[in-house]
């Protein structure tokens, strides 16, 4: 059995909530420690200043945390075995059996610089000076592991430096002696939930844009009744530790736009109740987990902008709930495969700026809840399936910067919502349909830098909505509509290196909004 000795002497906090340097000696290692305590003799530690910002007048004491060597047979002490003295003076050595299953590494508690023997300092002095602890009063164990594991994330995060720190709106780490309690759900971000023993336990997190800077700690595993998890628009750097699909009642996980890297837990299958996963905008490598395909409850999976490099995996299908799916700028590769048909709730579907080659599946037409379609910087081939006209409820088609060959498909005519297509920078050939001068509600008509052919429709004057019509770099012929000046809200408008004839027609001079 090893132990801390502690001596606290009496001390007033400053203006800063800030406790003086405690001496701390520690009769043998942790997780290395020899068999025979007495082959190990560490000298004593400064206990690094904890970061309370509220606190009183204490008296000395003297302080023994027992932790268990991994190769001991001995149990520390628990609640159940406390003694019923009137004050316990050592209140850290009840709760050490859950502080040791909360991490992951029990050798960090030698290093005085970790996160983890900071937070441990921090949880006895908040014991010791808000507590007259006997066995009535003592906390139960799964709020200290709690407290403990919200402490650990602090430190990691170099929390005294988050916005809300700084501006002192934070309340983290902090006493209130006037409740006779530190209630972690009275931090700014925590919110609380209260389970069927009437024990508060932490159900959200929602820290975005606050200075997070460093790694997320395994410790968060012990937040078991966590919900929802906010942390995006931080500097946070590190992997996503695998302990995250303890978190199994997890509903949503916003980590975008940090600085994490390393794969995607495939420990994230555990986490049936997941509805959004956004990882957007990190550094992120390896695959696209075959895990995340049993997630059938998930809703919105963003993983764009990151350095994911894989082919979809197969059961994409199996993700039934699905209808925000959103990879786009990665370096994913390989077909689409015909089973994305399947997903048939997907309303958001962006694979652009990818290396996926092949053909566009002609199953894509049953995803007729479809909304965007974003497949352009890609290798595709082929032509553009009919079965796109299925797509009814459509807004948004790109397709732009792929080797896409073929006429435009007539059936797109049935695309009466849409708003913005771009097709540009393929080699589709053909002529301009009227089809799609019956899209009215077109915002932008992007067709440039293919082999398109014939006249200009009369009739796309009937497009009054259009503000980007680019048709230049074709081999377009005739004269440009004579009528075009209706189209009163077109602010750029591109038809040059084609074989048009005749002069610009006097309407033109009607579009005063071009060029704005």
């Known amino acids: 059995m090893c132990s801390f000795n502690t001596k606290l002497d009496t001390f007033t906090a400053d203006d800063s909530g800030a406790f003086p340097t405690v001496i701390t000696e520690c009769s043998c290692c942790i997780s290395n420690a020899p068999s025979s305590p007495s082959a190990f003799n560490p000298p004593s530690i400064n206990l690094p200043t904890p970061f309370a910002t509220e606190a009183g007048t204490y008296n000395p004491m003297t302080l023994t945390v027992q932790i268990v060597n991994e190769k001991d047979n001995e149990s520390p002490?628990?609640?159940?075995?406390?003694?019923?003295?009137?004050?316990i003076s050592d209140p850290i050595s009840i709760y050490f059996t859950e502080i040791q299953n909360a991490t992951n590494d029990t050798a960090v508690f030698n290093d005085s610089s970790s996160p983890q023997y900071r937070a441990l300092t921090w949880l006895n002095m908040s014991l010791m000076a808000l507590f007259s602890l006997d066995?009535?009063?003592?906390?139960?164990?799964?709020?200290?592991?709690?407290?403990?594991?919200?402490?650990?994330?602090?430190?990691?995060?170099?929390?005294?430096?988050?916005?809300?720190?700084?501006?002192?709106?934070?309340?983290?780490?902090?006493?209130i002696p006037e409740e006779n309690k530190d209630d972690v759900c009275t931090w700014d971000g925590v919110q609380c939930g209260t389970d069927d023993e009437n024990l508060s336990y932490v159900k959200a997190i929602s820290l975005p844009s606050n200075n997070l800077q460093g790694t997320l700690p395994y410790e968060f595993a012990s937040l078991t009744g966590l919900k929802e998890l906010f942390l995006?628009?931080?500097?946070?750097?590190?992997?996503?530790?695998?302990?995250?699909?303890?978190?199994?009642?997890?509903?949503?996980?916003?980590l975008y736009q940090n600085k994490?890297?390393?794969?995607?837990?495939?420990?994230?299958?555990?986490?049936?109740?997941?509805?959004?996963?956004?990882?957007?905008?990190?550094?992120?490598?390896?695959?696209?987990?075959?895990?995340?395909?049993?997630?059938?409850?998930?809703?919105?999976?963003?993983?764009?902008?990151?350095n994911l490099a894989s082919s979809l995996p197969e059961g994409m299908q199996n993700m039934a709930s699905l209808f925000?799916?959103?990879?786009?700028?990665?370096?994913?590769?390989?077909?689409?495969?015909?089973?994305?048909?399947?997903?048939?709730?997907?309303?958001?579907?962006?694979l652009n700026g990818n290396m996926f080659f092949g053909t566009i599946p002609s199953s894509i037409g049953n995803l007729t809840k479809l909304k965007d379609l974003f497949l352009q910087s890609n290798e595709l081939i082929g032509t553009i399936p009919n079965s796109i006209g299925n797509l009814t409820h459509l807004e948004n088609i790109f397709f732009y910067r792929n080797n896409l060959s073929g006429t435009i498909p007539s059936t797109m005519t049935n695309?009466?919502?849409?708003?913005?297509?771009?097709?540009?920078?393929?080699?589709?050939?053909?002529?301009?349909?009227?089809?799609?001068?019956?899209?009215?509600?077109?915002?932008?008509?992007?067709?440039?830098?293919?082999?398109?052919?014939?006249?200009?429709?009369?009739?796309?004057?009937?497009l009054s909505l259009l503000k980007d019509l680019r048709l230049n770099n074709n081999k377009l012929s005739g004269s440009i509509p004579s009528h075009i000046g209706l189209l009163?809200?077109?602010?750029?408008?591109?038809?040059?290196?084609?074989?048009?004839?005749?002069?610009?027609?006097?309407?033109?001079?009607?579009?005063?909004n071009l060029g704005k």
Do not use: C
């Not at 990691?156 to 988050?162: H, L, P």
């Not at 995006?232 to 916003?254: A, C, R, Y």
């Not at 696209?288 to 902008?305: G, I, K, Y």
């Not at 994913?332 to 994305?340: A, L, V």
């Open 77 to 87: 002490p628990v609640s159940s075995n406390v003694t019923n003295h009137t004050e």
């Open 135 to 175: 066995q009535d009063t003592l906390p139960d164990p799964r709020m200290i592991e709690q407290k403990y594991a919200l402490a650990t994330f602090f430190y990691s995060t170099n929390g005294t430096n988050w916005v809300n720190h700084r501006a002192g709106t934070s309340r983290w780490l902090s006493l």
């Open 232 to 254: 995006q628009s931080n500097h946070m750097t590190g992997t996503i530790p695998e302990s995250f699909g303890d978190l199994v009642k997890l509903e949503s996980l916003d």
């Open 260 to 306: 994490l890297s390393g794969s995607i837990p495939k420990s994230f299958e555990n986490l049936n109740n997941l509805k959004r996963l956004d990882l957007s905008e990190n550094e992120l490598t390896g695959i696209f987990p075959q895990e995340l395909t049993s997630l059938n409850a998930l809703e919105r999976l963003w993983l764009f902008e990151n």
């Open 324 to 350: 925000d799916l959103n990879l786009h700028d990665n370096s994913f590769s390989g077909t689409i495969p015909e089973s994305i048909g399947e997903m048939s709730n997907l309303e958001v579907l962006h």
């Open 415 to 462: 695309l009466l919502n849409l708003m913005r297509i771009d097709f540009s920078e393929n080699a589709l050939i053909g002529s301009m349909t009227n089809s799609l001068a019956s899209l009215t509600n077109l915002t932008v008509l992007i067709l440039s830098n293919n082999d398109l052919t014939s006249a200009i429709p009369e009739d796309i004057v009937n």
């Open 488 to 512: 009163g809200k077109l602010e750029v408008l591109l038809m040059n290196n084609n074989f048009l004839v005749g002069g610009l027609p006097t309407s033109i001079y009607d579009l005063d």
